[in-house]
């Protein structure tokens, strides 16, 4: 199963939020990290926390129609991805991580970053993802 293959396939079994492409990118971090299975047991933690933290904060904020419930959980998602990235950073400096692996969480780091850490729903290019 491709990591960006979603649950429901066919488009109107989805919540709209499903297709926005900072879902899916927050979705395919999660899981590469999870999958990256980190050789060092406290930042393999640390570092699945703060993914799945990112991703279902996101999940909670993308939704919400009320603006500060949106900033809190993206502030929330921000704060876990710049956690997820010094421990994969980390992760990878002591030889915990693959430089591969490392490289592309990176990316979809960068890619959620972009997208989270704008404040209107134009701004953060809340524009759907086709599959």
Do not use: W
């Amino acid at each position: 199963m491709a990591l960006t293959q979603l649950i429901a396939v066919e488009a109107g079994a989805r919540f709209p939020f499903q297709s926005l492409d900072v879902y899916v990118a927050a979705r395919e971090l999660a899981a590469l990290v999870h999958s990256a299975r980190l050789a060092d047991a406290e930042l393999r933690d640390q570092a699945t926390r703060a993914a799945k933290s990112v991703f279902l904060n996101l999940c909670e904020g993308l939704p919400s129609d009320s603006g500060p419930m949106r900033r809190k959980h993206f502030s929330l998602a921000n704060g876990s991805l710049h956690e997820l990235v010094g421990a994969l950073d980390l992760a990878c400096a002591i030889g915990a991580l693959a430089q591969d692996p490392a490289r592309r969480a990176q990316a979809l780091a960068l890619r959620v970053k972009r997208i989270c850490g704008r404040s209107s729903p134009h701004e953060r290019g809340e524009h759907r993802h086709e599959p």
